[in-house]
């Protein structure tokens, strides 16, 4: 008897740590599934980590910097209370990309054809690929692009909203007040992007350019 409970005692030990391993990688699928919400549909989560090095609580928080990328090879960080361990995995994720439907020349702007949706490995993908392709509305190619290309978002630059030398509106507005004038556009522009401006006056301020061209100051 006193051997056979050896034995079950001995056996209980060598499974404990595959547990803990299966249970960790159940919860790393769940954790980056539910970030990869929107993005991707197909998600497979490989932990690198040897096993003897994983966190040793049944449940430890997971967390990655808010600005990293969420698919490729990662560092997730594993929390035990106090105790904090860095764990490297491979995320694989399949979803939508934006790619290159025609030849797409420099200095062109993208027309309603001229991209498409792919689906395929994001985590394959060269950095800082499009997955929104409403992102390409209006935007102009930087540079040559071949059929089928993915596009990066470094590839292209939104369509000035406002020219340098261009009469324009600005608007200032506040608690209780609002107050607009005319100037000259001393930079080019996109929308959501700053422009500064010179008023009749010879100040010059700066804004937020808007959809319908116009300066906004938020006072």
Sequence with gaps: MRNLKSTLAAMLLLLSPLALAQDLSAQLQAFFTQRLTGFSDDV?????????????????????????RLWGNLNV??????????????????????????????????????????????DQLPPRAMLDIS???????????????PIQLSMLRQSWRVKAGQRVQVIASGDGFYVNGEGQALNNAAVAQNARVRMPSGQVVSGKVSADGNILINL
């Design 44 to 68: 497979t989560v490989e932990i690198r980590t040897p096993q003897n090095q994983l966190p040793q609580c049944e449940q430890p928080t997971l967390s990655v910097p808010a600005s990293a």
């Design 77 to 122: 960080l594993a929390q035990c209370g106090s105790e904090k361990r860095y764990l490297q995995v491979n995320v694989q994720a399949v979803g939508n990309y934006v790619v290159a439907a025609q030849a797409i020349s420099r200095g062109s702007k993208l027309q309603p054809g001229s991209v498409e949706l792919k689906r395929g490995r994001l």
């Design 135 to 149: 992102q390409a509305q209006d935007a102009v190619s930087l540079r040559d692009v071949a059929p089928g290309q």
